[in-house]
T-cell receptor, first 116, second 111 residues
Framework: DTGVSQNPRHKITKRGQNVTFRCDPISEHNRLYWYRQTLGQGPEFLTYFQNEAQLEKSRLLSDRFSAERPKGSFSTLEIQRTEQGDSAMYLC??????????????FGPGTRLTVL | TQLLEQSPQFLSIQEGENLTVYCNSSSVFSSLQWYRQEPGEGPVLLVTVVTGGEVKKLKRLTFQFGDARKDSSLHITAAQPGDTGLYLCAGATSGTYKYIFGTGTRLKVLA
């Protein structure tokens, strides 16, 4: 399978625990994005990497959230001291920088987080 | 703050009917994408439009980008139950790589 993969697909945790999600982008894609989606809403942008550099972070990304892409390939999103409001689907997308043409993103299946 | 408004929010129709979903903004986009998302899955890219006035067809789906690149529409001809899902539009402005998503249109096609 050459698409974007995310692990785990589901995570249930207790309030106050830390969780980490992983995203493996399409292999030749140098751009990687994290989004959060709550029920009935469209995805909201969280952060963006070009290769290993984190170039943009949303104000939605509080100090409890951190994302890394150490070697410019896979990425991790960690949430510390989870709160019930963190319950959502966390989506990862990747794209290939194109000198001409649009920046087309391809999404993974998401990780659904439930904080009890 | 850039906003993408989609209408209608919900649509329930009978198999064989036609429908149009709208995506509107006050911002100008360098490109706009349409996705379909099924429950528990990530959005799947349907089409990308970049030129004002552009029309793209994907089988029974017709996508149009507004002349001013501020709005878009998705028209489905002879809807089928397999078209059921959440349809999302997403726009990117020039100079940024992130996409702003609309709130979505949830379509249900009844057999």
């Amino acid at each position: 399978d050459t698409g974007v993969s995310q692990n785990p697909r589901h995570k249930i945790t207790k309030r106050g625990q830390n969780v980490t999600f992983r995203c493996d982008p399409i292999s030749e894609h140098n751009r990687l994005y994290w989004y959060r989606q709550t029920l009935g809403q469209g995805p909201e942008f969280l952060t963006y990497f070009q290769n290993e550099a984190q170039l943009e972070k949303s104000r939605l990304l509080s100090d409890r959230f951190s994302a890394e892409r150490p070697k410019g390939s896979f990425s991790t999103l960690e949430i510390q001291r989870t709160e019930q409001g963190d319950s959502a689907m966390y989506l990862c997308a990747s794209s290939l920088e194109a000198w001409q043409g649009p920046n087309e993103q391809f999404f993974g299946p998401g990780t659904r987080l439930t904080v009890l | 703050t850039q906003l993408l408004e989609q209408s209608p929010q919900f649509l329930s129709i009978q198999e064989g009917e036609n429908l149009t979903v709208y995506c509107n903004s006050s911002s100008v986009f360098s490109s706009l994408q349409w996705y379909r998302q099924e429950p528990g899955e990530g959005p799947v890219l349907l089409v990308t439009v970049v030129t004002g006035g552009e029309v793209k067809k994907l089988k029974r789906l017709t996508f149009q980008f507004g002349d001013a690149r501020k709005d878009s529409s998705l028209h489905i001809t002879a809807a089928q139950p397999g078209d059921t899902g959440l349809y999302l539009c997403a726009g990117a402005t020039s100079g940024t790589y992130k996409y702003i998503f609309g709130t979505g249109t949830r379509l249900k096609v009844l057999a």
